[in-house]
């Protein structure tokens, strides 16, 4: 029988995600079956969840529960207020951010596939390294999601930025690998591929042409 596992919040490190602060529940217990997040705010006015956009093909469908403080939602365009103990539900395609209207307000985020199994891509361990790979450090963002990939196999989205690190540093060979890790892990990452600009220099390699092919 799998065993249970039990974690207080403080025993997960906290991250940032484009000035939102966030624990990985998810990946922190090792669930498989739906995705899990605590967001916190520590200050009035903070962002809580940053705005998802409505025409994202990866989006899912999701549950959010104040735990604690007040925070304000918009979604669609209408602004729900939702202090302690509120539930909001967004579909996919749904507009949707939130922020606190109190210090310390805290929410649980819970997300799954509808009509599909739920699969999950490693977004949590990536955030925290996409400002620098936005900055353009591609060397340092490699090295780092190099140890990430060692120890979290199952993740498709990190196999895949880690193939456009290395593309921009010309690392060929080894940017294939990963690219084609990425796509044996889910074919999400073969259609996004074609229009990634970071594999660009891997674009015209015989193994990247036949990576395209369903």
Request: hydrophobic share 40%; charged share 25%.
């Amino acid at each position: 029988m799998t065993g249970y596992a039990i974690a207080h919040l403080d025993e997960i490190d906290e991250f940032s995600d484009a000035g939102a602060h966030y624990r990985p529940v998810r990946h922190h217990l090792g669930i498989s079956a739906f995705g899990a997040t605590v967001w916190t705010a520590r200050t009035a006015g903070d962002v809580l969840i940053n705005e998802h956009d409505e025409d994202d093909p990866a989006a899912d469908q999701e549950l959010f529960l104040v735990l604690h403080g007040h925070a304000v939602f918009e979604v669609d365009g209408d602004r729900v207020d939702a202090p302690t103990g509120t539930l909001v539900f967004a579909p996919p395609g749904t507009g949707r951010k939130a922020s606190a209207l109190e210090g310390d307000t805290t929410l649980l985020a819970i997300e799954g596939t509808p009509g599909g199994a739920y699969a999950a891509r490693g977004w949590e361990l990536w955030a925290p390294l996409a400002p620098r790979y936005q900055a353009g450090e591609y060397a340092e963002v490699a090295a780092r999601l190099a140890a990430l990939v060692r120890a979290n196999p199952q993740y498709p989205m990190l196999f895949f930025n880690l193939a456009c690190c290395e593309s921009q540093c010309g690392r060929t060979s080894e940017a294939l690998e990963h690219l084609q890790h990425a796509i044996e892990l889910s074919d999400e990452f073969r259609e996004s591929a074609r229009n990634d600009s970071d594999l660009d220099p891997i674009r015209n390699e015989p193994v990247f042409t036949e990576l395209m092919r369903p």
